[in-house]
């Protein structure tokens, strides 16, 4: 899939009740915003305007910041009483802080908290107020175009039209930016319609100019030109079914050989409409909830999780690959979910009293409320469950992907972007039920559903590359297609020697587009539309 462009943030500040440091006057307060790298290293991003004499100050300069859905990004808002021209604040008066993800913002979209000093003490009565908007233009246009007449150049059936959009960047080159399909053996073709962001096409400018270049495709790669034109948007926008707007396709060539040459054809756009498409953060800021689910594998191949060799064992200080797994995804979606209830489930372990195989026991062991309080609720659970359950087999992953798909089928009832749910399955090896699955997979594929699977272990892993469909369409056993790829795979063994953030990166840097990708093929809005303002 093509990267994303970064996604950009504007913050706006406003404080309220802020200390009075002087004497005489209010408080002339100036923002500052900080960003956590690693362990405890504070960088400063940036800082507002100063205000003079206000203890409730509207900040008037916004924060930009780029934002990374995959990433814990650790913020912290300091407000500082202005009195002198130094650039270094150590010599001001502090009137406290807050701290917080930018997750924490953009789910929350205007988050109001009350600011402490440096002792974790309240900062009086002041509060903080960060409201969150995407910076972007998300206008989308839609075309349909047909030609006639265009000129022959083969000699052998007729020309294999097709077309390509150009833009004009700042220093005159021309930049192409879009590509119909190919029509073979057609001289009055058809294209499909489609979509290409306004930015991409003219950078959102209605006036600046776009050339068409209509092309005979050649096997070997020599295309000939038939011809081409340019327009603008503007020109664009005016066509309807009723009444196309159409352009002479000319070849120069040709024009300069030819005395009575009149044109290569002509292409006739039947249908230009400017849309608005909701983005990721559109859905969040809109109150779609991003619903978290764990699945742990307890099969037998683990190995006895007394004994150091399994993959279950808890190290001296308490960890191994599974909880090091939550933890790292766990962390990131937790901001998404406003009630931070995490359903969690083991698969593949004989569960007390009567021990009797089960592929869906909650890690609790109550089945009418199998939710943990948190991530390190899911931890707690994982940890007390463990010396209470024998591993066994077989691993089978259908059970808990149809179990989190029945969940995501009634959010469907809603007719809004209200749910999303992402399940994480941790497991150490090669799959039972793989017909199952792949039939799970393509039935959750029409839901508002994402699968993450993490391999722990040295197993080898290919079968579940299969599932990740990044390399074709994943089929059901009965031969029907995924409508869309909600699976990623990666080997936990890759990102040993990195750092914790790297395996969250990578396994969740595809959830956003997932998720966009679902809601806009099922026209859902979000439940208080942002975009529509």
Known sequence: MAAQCVTKVELTIACTNLLDKDVGSKSDPLCVLLQNTSGQQWYEVDRTERVKNSLNPKFAKKFLIDYYFELVQKLKFGVYDIDNKTFDLSDDDFLGEFECTL???VSSRTLTKPLVLKNGR???TGSITITAEEVKDNRVVVLEIEARKLDNKDFFGKSDPYLEFHKQTGDGNWVM????EVIKNNLNPVWRPFKISLNSLCYSDMDKSIKVECYDYDSDGSHDLIGSFQTTMSKLKEASRSSPVEFECINEKKRQKKKNYKNSGIVSVKHCEIIVEC???DYIMGG???NFTVGIDFTGS?????????LHYLSPNGVNEYLTAIWSVGMVIQDYDTDKMFPAFGFGAQIPPSFQVSHEFPLNFNPSNPFCNGIQGIVDAYRACLPQVKLYGPTNFSPIINHVARFAAAATQQQTASQYFVLLIITDGVITDLDQTRTAIVNASKLPMSIIIVGVGGADF???EF???DNGVLRSSSGEPAVRDIVQFVPFRKFQNSPKEALAQCVLAEVPQQVVNYFSTYKLQPPKNPAAK
């Not at 930016?177 to 119909?180: D, F, G, I, P």
């Not at 683990?302 to 399994?310: A, L, T, V």
């Open 103 to 105: 997750g924490q913002i």
């Open 122 to 124: 309240p900062a009086g």
């Open 177 to 180: 930016v879009h590509r119909t």
């Open 279 to 281: 983005t990721f953060l």
């Open 288 to 290: 779609c909830q991003l």
């Open 302 to 310: 683990n190995g006895d999780p007394r004994s150091p060799d399994s």
């Open 462 to 464: 290919d079968a579940m």
């Open 467 to 469: 599932l990740d469909g």
